[in-house]
């Protein structure tokens, strides 16, 4: 059964709010207080954000280290 935060990201793809694409580098840093793109709850210090970075003028999406390995797990359902 998927979490409720791998729902929302499966939800959030299929309309588009997050990307498919694969990044073209991944920025680590300590958490800057802005939300998860992907549960939506504030990233804070003590943890580590996640941003996938692109090269084109896309808004930049920030992710908790969990919500990142959904979404990167999600982008590209295996079919059965």
Known sequence: MPTLV????RTKLAVGTLPHDNPVRLRASRGS???CAGCGEPIVR????YA????????????HGGCY???DAE????AI
Do not use: H, K, L
């Not at 003590?46 to 954000?49: I, R, S």
């Open 52 to 63: 996938p970075q692109y090269n084109d003028a896309r808004p930049v999406v920030r992710f």
């Open 6 to 9: 791998a729902v929302m990201i």
């Open 33 to 35: 207080g802005n939300p």
């Open 46 to 49: 003590t943890e580590p954000e």
């Open 75 to 78: 982008r590209y359902p295996v």
């Open 69 to 71: 390995s959904i979404w």
